[in-house]
C-alpha cells in the first residue's frame, strides 16, 4: 500500500507486546499498539509509520485466528453480519509521535460453510484479524464498506497522509 502511494520504505517486524489489556477499548488499544510499535524503531532520522488493526464485532475483539478452527468460528459469526473494523496508526519522527484511529463498518455477504471452509483452507484468513483480508480473496465475503476500505486492509490511507504531512511529508506536493 505504501509503495502504491508512491512511498520508500523499509519493513522492520517489530517486537512488541499486542495484548489487550483488560476492558481495554478497542480503539484506544489498537492506537496503543500502533504507536509501541513505532517506538521499536530506532533510527531518529527516519519517519516511521506503524499501525494495528482488529475487528469488533458484538463488543469482541477479534484478532488474528490461532489455527484453522479458530478462523471457521470467526467468519461464521460473521457471516452475514455488519462489524467494526478498527486501525490505529502512528507517525513518528525522533521524539514526536502522532497517532489517529481510522473506523469503518463492514458487512459481510451471506456464506455458505463450504465457502467459509475454502476461505479457510486459502490459508489467507491466518494473518488477518477477523479471519479475514479485503486485500485478496476475502475480498469476495465483502457485501459493503461503509468508511475507508484502505482502512478494511490495515492501513486507512487518507488519515496516514494527515499524519505525515504534519511530518512535512506532503504525498501530493513532491
Same mark, same amino acid.
Given at each position: ?11 522492520? %517486524? /517489530? ?6 489489556? /483488560? ?12 504507536? !509501541?510499535?513505532? =517506538?521499536?524503531?530506532?533510527?531518529? @532520522? ?15 475483539? &477479534? ?9 471457521? =468460528?470467526?467468519?461464521?459469526? &460473521? ?5 467494526? $473494523?478498527?486501525?490505529? %496508526? ?20 451471506? &456464506? ?8 479457510? =483452507?486459502?490459508?489467507?484468513?491466518? @494473518?488477518?484479524?477477523? !479471519?479475514? #483480508? ?7 465475503? %465483502?457485501?459493503? %464498506?461503509? #468508511?475507508?476500505?484502505?482502512? $478494511?486492509? #490495515?492501513? /486507512?490511507?487518507? /488519515? ?7 511530518? #512535512?511529508? @506532503? &504525498?501530493? =506536493?513532491?
Amino acid at each position: 500500500m505504501l509503495s502504491s502511494i508512491g512511498l520508500g520504505f523499509e519493513a522492520v %517486524v /517489530p517486537d512488541v507486546d499486542e495484548t489487550r489489556y /483488560p476492558k481495554e477499548d478497542p480503539s484506544m488499544f489498537v492506537e496503543r499498539v500502533a504507536r !509501541s510499535k513505532a =517506538a521499536f524503531v530506532d533510527d531518529p @532520522d527516519a519517519v516511521i509509520i506503524a499501525a494495528d488493526t482488529v475487528v469488533v464485532f458484538e463488543g469482541h475483539v &477479534l484478532g488474528k485466528p490461532a489455527h484453522p478452527n479458530e478462523a471457521i =468460528a470467526m467468519l461464521t459469526s &460473521l457471516e452475514g453480519e455488519r462489524h467494526t $473494523v478498527m486501525t490505529g %496508526v502512528a507517525v513518528r519522527s525522533g521524539e514526536r509521535t502522532e497517532s489517529t484511529v481510522e473506523i469503518s463498518e463492514v458487512t459481510f455477504s451471506s &456464506l455458505t460453510p463450504e465457502e467459509i471452509a475454502g476461505y479457510v =483452507a486459502s490459508g489467507e484468513p491466518l @494473518d488477518k484479524a477477523g !479471519s479475514y #483480508g479485503l486485500g485478496g480473496l476475502g475480498a469476495i465475503l %465483502v457485501e459493503s %464498506v461503509h #468508511g475507508s476500505p484502505s482502512n $478494511v486492509i #490495515g492501513l /486507512p490511507l487518507a /488519515p496516514l497522509a494527515r499524519l505525515l504531512r504534519a511530518f #512535512g511529508v @506532503d &504525498l501530493l =506536493a513532491r
